[in-house]
C-alpha cells in the first residue's frame, strides 16, 4: 500500500514539476522577444524622430539675405598652349581659309536652283 501511495504521490509531482521546466524556458523565450521587440521600437521611434527633423528642415523656408553680395567674377587664367597643339591649331586655321573661298566660288558658279535641287553629297563614299 505504501508503494501505491508514494507512486500516486511521485507521478503527480513530477507532472508539476515538468510543467514548471516548459514554463520557464517559454517564459524565458518571452522575455527575450520582449527585449528584442523593445530594441527594435527604440530604433523605430529613433528613425521616425530623424525623419521628422528632416522633413522640418526641407520644409523651412531658407530666408534670402537683405542686402545681396556683389560677387567679383575671378579672373580668366591666363591660357597657353602647348607647342604641338599650336601646330595643330594653325593647320587647321590654314585649312579652313582655303575652304571657305572654295565654297563661295562653288555657290556662284552653281545657279540657285541647282543648289536646292542636288543632294548634298556625303562626306563617306556610299
Known amino acids: 500500500?505504501?508503494?501505491i501511495l508514494a507512486l500516486s504521490l511521485l507521478i503527480p509531482f513530477a507532472l508539476v514539476c515538468?510543467?514548471?521546466k516548459q514554463d520557464s524556458t517559454a517564459e524565458?523565450?518571452?522575455a527575450q522577444r520582449k527585449t528584442e521587440l523593445d530594441a527594435r521600437e527604440?530604433?523605430?521611434?529613433e528613425r521616425e524622430k530623424a525623419m521628422a527633423?528632416?522633413?522640418?528642415?526641407?520644409?523651412k523656408p531658407r530666408v534670402a539675405p537683405v542686402a545681396p553680395v556683389p560677387?567679383?567674377?575671378p579672373a580668366e587664367p591666363q591660357r597657353t598652349v602647348p607647342p604641338d597643339l599650336q601646330g595643330l591649331m594653325g593647320k587647321m586655321e590654314e585649312l579652313q581659309r582655303r575652304r571657305v573661298p572654295a565654297v563661295r566660288r562653288n555657290q556662284t558658279t552653281v545657279?540657285?536652283?541647282e543648289q536646292a535641287a542636288s543632294p548634298i553629297p556625303s562626306p563617306t563614299p556610299e
Open 111 to 113: 545657279p540657285a536652283t
Open 18 to 20: 515538468s510543467c514548471q
Open 53 to 59: 527633423e528632416r522633413e522640418k528642415l526641407v520644409a
Open 71 to 73: 560677387r567679383i567674377a
Open 42 to 45: 527604440k530604433a523605430l521611434d
Open 1 to 3: 500500500m505504501k508503494k
Open 28 to 30: 524565458q523565450q518571452l
